[in-house]
């Protein structure tokens, strides 16, 4: 059944974004940019070791410096038991994250935090760092993934066994989990198919790259009451995060969002809070910290490095058979690496009978890993997407006709568990087909790739509020850190429901004194969720404005309605009044009820899955294996766009970060288990000149659940280019590279060998 | 720290000489002020060179050009005249950095480094290009290629300073070009570069070469052998063939987190050959 379009006055309408003139002037104000009185600067010490026992830390000479205030480390910090390691259903191990936070009997990976000082000045800072005396037991490290599951490789952790493995192993190992997913019988399946493919691939740990170091200024008064300013993807999250860490109440601190510039993922733990805060409990002073570039590298992000294999059977006509896939991932020096939805995700565009998928969540000697936008989804869509190109080859099958036979659609049920209501699988590999781009002409050297991609895009916790102003106009407030343009796409929400204009409203992001609780931002799904708050809250001022019009007229609320901005009588019947607009009643709050203020607390559900299909032309210079994207056209179902311009900046986004994860990014470690690159000079990020402007396509097949239609759309565009970049560099060159970053030195070895 | 700006090359070579503990002189700061800030150099004494008008111009002298050591990359792109004659030195120091980059790093900044990948030497070097170095002697000049004589280090003495670049006259049908190759477009440090300079003869066979290379050893290099493989010839086929397979036997780099020793040995044939065409290309029309 088609819907026909609503339509609307805001909703998918592109205007200038509230935060955007401060972001483009400089005169936002990012986590670097607050300053105090009085203010003391915090700075840690790093090991340079990858595994170390701390046999003694001696801070005395540092805290007698001149100018030091506070030095601590994890003897500072409660030790968390394992069995209170998490804060209700939530999966964040806080045993670990404190043990990330300041190192407690091991160091595990260059870069991991062991003491912290406060001090009048930078320079005595750094001073007060060289007088702290370390003494390292060196023990043997781990780096890669594939060395770390060995039975002789050093074990990280005395007390990790391998969950999901029966019966339980009797000796600790590197191997934290095993997941495993199946649909059907494979084994069946494959022995029906016409033509299989198994192909195992390697990608290396990636970091999401953000232009803002960590920042935090934490301060705390003679009562214990503290405040803390930083940029992150949730400050609901930091409060909660300090508060377990250190062991103090959520009412002792409040905490304010600073602009963020970037997370994508890598801003959603703690780092620098926790210890901020602290130092600032001990030295009663603001502690202002920021982490240099080198420092986000070595001891923030990354994602996941993989080892996986990926086998595909398929039967002449295209159809799918059997699929397998095995995905071991890297998760640093803590369990935690985004294995499990890298399994869940990868097959998910297919409507597939038969599948089996293993995962491996590996830790070794490296930072411990974070969400990196649809964590483990590009990694999966790497290597099966790649797979499903080489058999739509062997079969002389068009890549995107291959994909639709084989697209999941409503009712489809994928490997992962549920079955698919609404989604716009097949639309989106429709519209890709149908793109001028998929026809055009290629020139010598030249290839071209596709990929699809899905993502889940979750919900949870949101909470708003909509004010209106005596003088008609009205402020929304909420609790997620906007970091892809969503106080537009609020005051959007809220003037579509008011009927007001949306100059008239001005968003803000409150801190988590002022509004109530809030999930972080991330999973695509602040638009749905914080969006489903706003809307909420936005109908309860409605509500308000009809009881206030019904009470000024005199009649039954029921008989007044709210359209385009104002009250009417429901009918002649209810009475012959001029219309009330959103100020006239405002205007007489005082003396109808007082304020009109809206609320919504929620938890919501029904987050709409998501589907990309990218389309990627590169040209390769067979001389040097320098790999060039000369076009790129990304298509997504954004289910409603509430402002495609920032839609489309997301998709863009995605891409360039996927091509980089292609080309040239990657950690770089010496045999002395060291980071070698942190820094962008060396950790490769695309730069503007290397990309062809990113072209966009946006459908929309509604999300029931959703008044609007929306469904997240940050994540999914990150998880097809990977493969996209491939696909189209096997189709330039005839060499299929199963190896990422597809950097200039690897492709050129591959060609020479033609493998 | 002291900082020190003076407006003569003989009161920066006094301060620099009478300094005591580590001195380093300042030009665009691109290297110092990295080293600096990551804490890998903790000097006594920093010589800004940047109010001395003499290593602040270009100026044509005696049918060829000086350029002062402290004029930053942008100041080459917009010299219409030094690009019309030395488009191959041009845009090798247009390589340096990124736009805002090129507002600060200088010339001499990238001689005195020492990089063994520094954009501007190789180009320098096959332009035939000498400077003059100011010292508590007086001043004496110098090929560019002898300067440098490892990484990070010169044959410059205590208080000496490299003060200009002078880039010889140009004999009719010349021209030069330089590549690098990078993983990205720019922002990036050289995995390895080559500067190729010719004269054609009437005929347009090569009269003249020289080349230089860098990122291939452990400092830039003048590499005669792919010069001799290009004199005489037509630079054609067979006699790029020959100087990519000189410009590989030349080699002797390391492996790093930016290259391997067999991808920058086969790259720095791929650059000599691609260079020599552009030069070849260039020296033909400007005839």
């Known amino acids: ?755 | 720290m002291r900082y020190e700006a003076p407006r003569a090359i003989e009161e920066a070579v006094a301060l620099l000489a009478d300094a005591e503990g580590d001195a380093h002189v300042l030009a665009g700061g691109t290297d110092l002020l990295v080293l600096l800030r990551a804490g890998l150099v903790t000097p006594a004494l920093v010589v800004d060179i940047k109010h001395i008008e003499e290593m602040c111009e270009i100026a044509q002298a005696d049918g060829g050009f000086r350029i002062g050591a402290a004029v930053t990359g942008a100041e080459f792109g917009e010299h219409a005249e030094l690009k019309r004659a030395w488009p191959g030195v041009v845009e090798a120091m247009e390589l340096v950095g990124s736009t805002q980059i090129q507002g600060r790093a200088t010339a001499g900044g990238n001689l005195c480094n020492a990089s063994p990948a520094a954009d501007c030497v190789p180009a320098m070097i096959a332009a035939g290009a000498t400077c003059t170095i100011a010292g508590p002697a007086g001043r004496r000049e110098m090929a560019v290629e002898d300067i440098a004589t490892g990484p990070g280090e010169t044959v410059l003495g205590k208080g000496e300073i490299v003060v200009d670049f002078l880039l010889p006259p140009r004999p009719p049908r010349s021209a030069d070009a330089y590549l690098r190759l990078i993983p990205r477009t720019e922002m990036d440090i050289a995995v390895v570069g080559a500067g190729v300079n010719l004269t054609l003869d009437d005929d347009g066979l090569c009269k003249d070469a020289r080349v230089a290379l860098c990122a291939i050893a452990p400092r830039v290099l003048r590499v005669a052998e792919v010069a001799d493989a290009l004199i005489g010839s037509a630079i054609d086929d067979a006699a790029l063939e020959l100087a990519a397979a000189a410009a590989r036997a030349a080699c002797q780099p390391i492996d790093d987190k930016r290259g391997t020793v067999e991808y920058r040995t086969k790259i720095a044939g791929v650059l000599v050959r691609r260079a020599a065409l552009i030069a070849k290309q260039r020296a033909g029309n400007g005839s």
Not at chain 1, 142 to 157: E, G, N, W, Y
Not at chain 1, 514 to 534: E, M, P, R, W, Y
Not at chain 1, 679 to 691: E, K, M, T
Request: glycine share 10%; hydrophobic share 45%; aromatic share 6%.
């Open chain 1, 1 to 755: 059944m088609d819907i026909e379009a609503p339509s609307y006055k805001w909703v998918g309408t592109r205007p200038v974004r509230p935060d955007g003139i401060d972001k483009v002037t400089g005169r936002a104000m990012f986590g670097a940019d607050f300053s105090l009185p009085d203010m003391l600067t915090g700075k840690i010490l790093r090991s340079p070791h990858p595994h170390a026992r701390l046999v003694s830390i001696d801070v005395s000479k540092a805290a007698a410096l001149r100018g030091v205030k506070a030095v601590a480390t994890a003897a500072d910090i409660p030790e968390i038991p394992v069995d209170n390691a998490f804060v209700g259903d939530a999966p964040t191990n806080f045993r670990h994250w404190s043990s990330n936070v300041l190192a407690r009997e091991k160091v595990l990976y260059d870069g991991h935090a062991v003491a912290a000082v406060a001090a009048t000045s930078p320079a005595i800072a750094d001073a007060a760092l060289a007088l702290i005396e370390v003494d390292y037991e060196v023990l043997p490290h781990v780096i890669d993934v594939k060395d770390a599951m060995r039975d002789d490789a050093p074990v990280l952790h005395d007390d990790l066994f391998t969950a999901g493995v029966e019966p339980k192993p009797d000796k600790p190992s590197n191997v934290a989990k095993r997941v495993e997913f199946t649909l059907g019988n494979t084994e069946a399946g494959f022995a029906e198919a016409d033509v299989v493919v198994e192909r195992a691939f390697r990608t290396k740990a990636v970091h999401q790259g953000y232009i803002e170091p960590h920042a935090v200024i934490a301060n705390t008064a003679e009562d214990g009451q503290s405040q803390v300013w930083c940029p992150s993807q949730g400050h609901f999250m930091i409060r909660a995060a300090c508060a377990k860490l250190l062991g103090i109440e959520i009412s002792q601190f409040r905490v304010f969002p600073a602009e963020i510039g970037g997370g994508f993922g890598g801003k959603i733990n703690p780092y620098l809070e926790p210890v901020a805060l602290l130092l600032s409990r001990k030295s009663g002073r603001p502690v202002k910290m920021v982490m240099t570039r080198a420092e986000v590298f070595r001891a923030t992000g990354p994602t996941s490095g993989a080892a996986l294999t990926v086998k595909i059977g398929a039967l002449k006509d295209g159809r799918i058979a059997a699929a397998e896939a095995t995905l071991t991932f890297e998760a640093g020096a803590f369990p935690g690496s985004p294995v499990g939805a890298g399994c869940m995700t990868g097959f998910a565009p297919y409507d597939i009978t038969n599948v089996k998928i293993v995962g491996y969540d590996v830790v070794s000697n490296r930072p411990k890993c974070c969400a990196y936008r649809a964590p483990g989804a590009p990694i999966a869509a790497y290597g099966i997407e790649s797979v499903l190109d080489e058999i739509a080859q062997r079969l002389d099958l068009d890549p995107i006709d291959f994909r639709l036979k084989n697209a999941a659609k409503e009712g489809t049920k994928a490997a992962y568990g549920p079955q698919f209501g609404k989604i716009g699988c097949i639309e989106t590999l429709t519209a890709a087909k149908d793109h001028p781009h998929y026809g055009a002409p290629l020139g010598p050297n030249q290839g071209r790739g596709v990929a699809a991609g899905f993502w889940f895009n979750f919900a949870g916790q949101a909470s708003a509020a909509v004010n209106v102003n005596e003088d008609g106009t009205a402020i929304v407030t909420y609790g997620n850190p906007d970091i892809g343009g969503t106080r537009a796409s609020m005051a959007q929400i809220a003037a579509e429901v008011l009927g007001i204009d949306y100059d008239k409203i001005r968003p803000i992001v409150a801190d988590t004194s002022s509004i109530g609780f809030n999930d972080i931002t991330a999973g695509s799904k602040t638009t749905f969720t914080a969006g489903l708050a706003v809307h909420e809250a936005a109908k309860d001022v409605v509500g308000q404005l009809r009881e206030r019009a019904a009470k000024m007229w005199d009649i039954s609320v029921d008989a007044v309605v709210w359209e385009n901005g104002v009250a009417r009588p429901a009918s002649s019947n209810a009475g012959d009044f001029d219309p009330l607009a959103l100020a006239d009643i405002a205007a007489m709050a005082g003396k109808t009820g007082g304020p009109i203020s809206g609320h919504a607390s929620l938890a919501a559900t029904g987050a709409g899955p998501t589907f990309a299909a990218h389309i990627c032309d590169v040209e390769v210079d067979q001389d040097t294996g320098r790999i060039t994207v000369v076009r790129y056209t990304a298509v997504q179902d954004a289910g409603r766009a509430i402002h495609p311009s920032y839609v489309e900046g997301q998709m863009q986004g995605g891409v360039v970060q996927g091509i980089g994860w292609a080309l040239n990014e990657e950690y770089i470690y010496g045999s002395d288990g060291r980071l070698q690159n942190p820094g962008f000079l060396d950790y490769r990020i695309p730069v503007a000149s290397d990309l062809p402007m990113i072209d966009t396509v946006i459908v929309e097949v509604p999300n029931p659940n959703h008044p609007y239609g929306v469904r997240g759309v940050g994540e999914v565009p990150i998880v097809p280019p990977m493969a996209a970049v491939t696909n189209a560099v096997a189709s330039a060159t005839g060499v299929r590279m199963t190896e990422l970053p597809m950097s200039p030195p690897r492709l050129l070895a591959a060609l020479e060998n033609g493998s």
